[in-house]
């Protein structure tokens, strides 16, 4: 595979119109056809021995013909939150790309198959989702908006507000917008709903209805949070939906903060090719999220080429020090095959220094009405920082208090206490001894 291709997985259950999908995208040179499947199974089953970059797939597939491959999507983007999904159908109902978009749109795009062919829809579509853009098939966007008659004419603002509402955009970002509260936004989508209503012709009450699940797709995404949605497992999310914090508003808990670090990334980037890097950044990125959510963490956020994600927070862990220790251990393992992966490309490989520390922080919401990120602050989140810098390629430390939080044995070299700043008295801390490949 080139250096600067992006990877795609294929499945259709009809293997013409598969061949014919892969004879399309092998006509594009930044383009590698890593796998292909029939059904359901398969599609999970060999994106995740593939791990592609992109999948594109039909939506009905065995075993019962209904949306297998929209399900298939949903699972694979939770166990490689970094993979792009194409979905390509022959049906324009609105109602399966509303399925797409309640998940996030970020990163997903719906085509219908008897316009793929069209110029190069379906090779813009892959490209797109691969660096986390959305894209909908015209029509779709069309069959979204158009659910009027004649003789129920819209205002020029009931016009922009209904192609807001189709575009997928959160109720908070049209208050943005057009400079008002969510609330006035919220009443406006309802009336223009009641006008739709009475204009309605026979025979399209099923587009005010679609229209409606698009909303309802809309408003729950936002209530779950755009960003929090993508970067916590969904129980979490599902807990700060339910909690209603509010901005601002803190939450003492005891935690293990965790920072992972590329050592020597300036000097990666300087050798290597931008696209290149942009794929191995994906790759690594996904990794990440994998061995931190397998272990029950939480991604605060990706730093430039650090993550740094909490343990025990915004669900209490007792062993959350233990948790981030496996997380650690996941973590270096997953970056070791990865860059087995890379070898034979001659892709530079990562070697990553982690810190890990515990101790009181406060989970705090904060941002504005449009943009909200969930974060625990503190000293234990400044220290996990100055002692992750202590970590050699392919080693970790830990404060002593993680070490004495861990509800394992685990085998440790003990550091000389030295300062950090910040701090007056010097930190005690442990290390993994670096395990030779």
Known sequence: MEPSTISVFLADDNLIVREGVKALLDLEDDFDIVG???DYDELVGGAESANPQV?????????????EGIDAAIE????????????????????YAVSLLAQGAAGYAYLLKDRVGEGDQLARAVREVAIGGSMLDPKIVEALT???SEDSALSTEEEDLLQLVAEGKPIKAIAAVRKTTPERVDAGIEQLFMKLAEGLSTGKAGSLERLKKLHQAIVEREELGETLGRLLPGGVADKLRHD???????????????????RGYTSIAERTDPSVLAGQLNEHRAAMNHAILDAG???MQFAGDAVIAVFGAPVPQDDHAQHAVDAAIAIHAAQAELNDVWAPADKEPFELGIGLSTGEVAAVLLGSEERLEWTVVGDTVNLTQRIQQW????????TRATWEACTQAIEVDELEPALVK????????????????
């Open 391 to 398: 970590a050699e390629p392919g080693e970790t430390v830990m």
């Open 36 to 38: 292909t499947a029939a």
């Open 76 to 95: 694979i983007r939770k166990r490689h939150p970094g993979t792009g999904v194409v979905i390509l159908s022959q049906y324009d109902d609105p109602e």
């Open 244 to 262: 209603k914090q509010r901005l601002g508003e803190t939450e003492e808990l005891t935690v293990t903060v965790l920072m992972a670090d590329i």
């Open 146 to 148: 158009a659910p009027i």
């Open 422 to 437: 910040g701090r007056e008295a010097p930190v005690m801390a442990y290390r993994f001894p670096r395990r030779e490949s």
């Open 55 to 67: 999948v594109v797939t039909d939506i009905r597939m065995p075993p019962n013909f209904q949306r």
């Open 297 to 299: 963490g939480t991604i």
